[in-house]
């Protein structure tokens, strides 16, 4: 098989298949609130990413716990009052055939 056509072929990591072996690594978006939040920004740049035909994308990074935010901008995933916005995200994503993994921290504080 040529590398060309691997890389357009379907992936597999465990119970989760792929698309293609594309993959968006993680970066720092800038994209969430002061407070952490995700945003509806957040919905259409990953959405984005995923219509563009990605295979996985996975997530800036995304405190765990309080004293792991190392930044005002940096991700709340211990907050469950965000779990709405963090579906929204997977659901645009998901609506583009791509999947998403979430990248999770602790800023060592």
Excluded: C
């Excluded at 959405?47 to 930044?71: C, E, F, Y």
């Excluded at 907050?79 to 060592?108: C, M, N, T, W, Y």
């Amino acid at each position: 098989m040529a590398a060309s056509t691997l890389l357009w072929s379907p992936f597999r990591i465990r119970e989760v298949e792929l698309r293609n072996r594309f993959v968006m690594l993680a970066h720092f978006t800038s994209l969430e609130t002061w407070g952490g939040e995700p945003t509806e920004d957040h919905v259409a740049y990953y959405g984005a990413r995923a219509r563009g035909g990605v295979g996985l994308i996975v997530t800036g990074s995304q405190a765990v716990h309080p004293t792991g935010q190392m930044t005002p901008r940096y991700g709340r995933a211990w907050d469950p009052a965000l779990i709405p916005a963090f579906g929204r995200i997977a659901d645009e994503v998901h609506r583009h055939g791509a999947k998403i993994f979430g990248q999770l921290s602790h800023g060592g504080h």
